[in-house]
């Protein structure tokens, strides 16, 4: 009998818990198709989701002056993240020595030694491409390196649409790029890595252009890289404007001090408007400035930790 009893247990609690999956999944999926159809939620979010969780994060580039041609290695910038005491690294590829499995796993294991996640990496292929041949490279270029995120244990990409070739037209851009990401998404959805588009120089300096190839591209793997710098006047939207328009849809953002034309950035304002969005993620610090990076990005890095400090949940 007591067999017996705790068997039906057994059987009712199993039967709980599949209901309960099926609801978390299906709810899931709703919340995945409202996301990339870019829909508004129906009605107020859950109070967590509403709550910001910023991480300090630094990218490779901050220290591309001696990346570049040396002496730094990938290795070493790793090991002045943990310096920097940044949460993440943003694993910039132009930087590494190679694209072999040896190599990657060898940073893999060496961001475990030092506790140290990734919050992704990066390729600078140009989507914007007229030809379809050129097109299909493209693709298959973003689908190496979508290779070498899963080996890295990244689990997201950042992409890069591109500049119009002479003679195109914004709306031919906007379809050569839905074209290669619909697909490059379909191919790192099954490996879980998002591809987060940077609005970068090109085509993707316009929020509404990011947001209508996302809604285009109509895929839970498809997200805005945001880099809070790169906004062009647009419609009468300013840069603030864009950059909260694009928030919802954010992977990561990527942290200067200066507008692309100099002007300086309301750091404050900045993390006012991710905080009111309920953004969870890395602020990465991407250093560009005129001092030394070697005493430039701990100083900028240490104004992400303070406003992290002072807007987020954690």
Known sequence: ?????????????AALTAALTGATAATGAAGALANSSLAPPAGQPPAADRQPRFFSGCCAYSFRKYLEHGPMTMEDFLRRAVALDVNAVDMTGYYFKSMSSDYLTGLRHLAF????????TACGVSMVQADAAKRAEALSEIRKWIDAAEILGAS????FAGKLPPGATEAQGVDWVVEIMKAAC???APKGITLGLEDHSGIAQRARVCLELLRRVDSPYAAINLDITHFLPDGGQDAYAQIASCVPYATVAHVREVFDDGTPIDLDRVWRIFR????KGYMSAEYEGKEDPMTGVPKLVAKIRALNTKYSSV
């Open 1 to 13: 009998m007591i067999h017996s009893i705790d068997r039906r247990r057994f059987m009712r609690q």
């Open 113 to 120: 030694k030092l506790a140290l996640p990734f919050s992704g």
């Open 156 to 159: 997201h990409l950042r992409i």
């Open 186 to 188: 379909d191919y790192s």
């Open 276 to 279: 009111d969005a309920g953004f």
